[in-house]
């Protein structure tokens, strides 16, 4: 279970991420996108998903993230992200609820390259009972 | 001109195990009820399923062809409904559509369908596209 004191904590990411080619090439290669100058939309999930389960997992927050599924998923981008870019991160806890046992949460994942923001997610993710 | 009531011509993907794997690998989601099938089964799933994650790529692209380019889209929304279910050895179906919402000064608002044997797999499924159509 999520510890629900920990509703509205923002955490700030350890380390710096160096944006590739290779793996931007790699998740348009997926989906068929031929243009690789920028990321495809959905490319950050490879970011914050991890970044998600680091911080969702600590024995202080308690998540069960192998009974995990994605409720729905929402991105706001401010600019597209290229290869090269050095990201900065930040995972807030905004919302959690338990809806017949299913425990649901909402984390929010902002990206950052110095002080622009870069984009802004949304994950809501159901712990299944 | 675009109007609000237009619709995109669908487009259909097509989904198997390996691109599964493809796409855990690209997208570092390795969880198993992806790829094993015992394994999905065992956590009460009906087979291997899709990320929805994978779904909603897919649909990023029918988009961003639309919209002139990944760069193009800057908002981008769905909630997964249904799984996309992906039995060994066979290819399945993601059928893709859009019609247009809104159109503002900034841009277009799509609402997007999509489907998978015919079950209705994304819902609330909306992106906001700068106009390089």
């Not at chain 1, 509703?7 to 090439?25: L, M, P």
């Not at chain 1, 930040?90 to 017949?100: G, H, L, Q, R, V």
């Not at chain 2, 691109?19 to 394994?39: C, R, T, V, W």
Request: net charge negative.
């Amino acid at each position: 279970m999520l510890n629900p004191d920990s509703v509205g904590r923002t955490f700030a990411g350890v380390d710096v991420i160096t944006v590739t080619q290779e793996e931007i090439n790699s998740f348009a290669a997926v989906i068929g996108e031929k243009n690789t100058s920028v990321a495809p939309p959905t490319f950050s999930i490879r970011i914050s998903l991890r970044e998600f389960e680091s911080i969702l997992t600590k024995p202080e927050i308690g998540l069960n993230w192998t009974r995990l599924v994605h409720g729905d998923q929402k991105f706001e981008l401010f600019r597209p992200i290229v290869a090269g870019d050095s990201l900065t991160t930040s995972a807030t806890i905004e919302n959690y609820k338990i809806a017949a046992g299913n425990e649901i949460v909402t984390v929010r994942s902002d990206l950052f390259s110095g002080a622009e923001k870069v984009l802004s997610s949304w994950s809501t993710l159901v712990v299944r009972a | 001109m675009i109007e609000v009531g237009a619709t995109i011509p669908s487009h259909q993907f097509d989904i198997n195990r390996a691109l599964l794997k493809q796409y855990a690998d690209a997208s570092g989601d390795q969880n198993p009820i992806h790829q094993d099938e015992a394994f999905a089964k065992s956590v009460g799933l009906p087979d291997v399923i899709a990320h929805g994650m994978l779904t909603m790529a897919l649909a990023g692209k029918y988009i961003s062809d639309w919209a002139g380019g990944p760069q193009n889209v800057k908002e981008f929304s769905a909630r997964f409904t249904k799984p996309v279910i992906v039995p060994e050895g066979k290819s399945v179906d993601l059928t893709v559509s859009a019609t247009v919402i809104e159109v503002t000064g900034a841009g277009v608002r799509l609402e997007i369908s999509a489907t998978s044997a015919g079950v209705k797999v994304l819902g609330m499924a909306k992106a906001f596209v700068e106009q390089g159509n």
